[in-house]
């Protein structure tokens, strides 16, 4: 399994960039794709996450102004991110938790960053 990110870039605050991871391989049917992001110096942290069911899951920090969605029939998700802030510039990664419970099997997507500009 692959997955390919792309769609970072240099914004001003307040403006909006879309993400898209696109994964390849043996996809399973369920499975969770995620968005995390790393400032310097700070840990990784969860951005969003959506099933492959569709239910989601955001970080207090994002909601009411990124929208994590998906299409299953490309493998891909999105981030569509609105209203961004000088402290949203980060390193941005997807990532793929194929399968569930145990069996379940991590894939990382390489980083694509996002700096906003004040």
């Known amino acids: 399994v692959q997955l390919q990110a792309s769609g970072g870039g240099l914004v001003q605050a307040g403006g909006s960039l879309r993400l898209s991871c696109a994964a390849s391989g043996s996809i399973r049917s369920i499975n969770i794709m995620g968005w995390y992001r790393q400032a310097p110096g700070k840990q990784r942290e969860l951005v969003a996450s959506i099933l492959s069911g569709g239910m989601t899951n955001y970080a207090d920090s994002v909601k009411g102004r990124f929208t994590i969605f998906r299409d299953n029939a490309k493998d891909t998700v999105y981030l569509q991110m609105n209203n961004l802030q000088p402290e949203d510039t980060a390193a941005y990664y997807c990532?793929?938790?194929?399968?569930?419970?145990?069996?379940?099997?991590?894939?990382w997507g390489q980083g694509t960053q996002v700096t906003v500009s004040s």
């Open positions: 990532n793929l938790r194929n399968g569930y419970g145990l069996g379940s099997d991590l894939y």
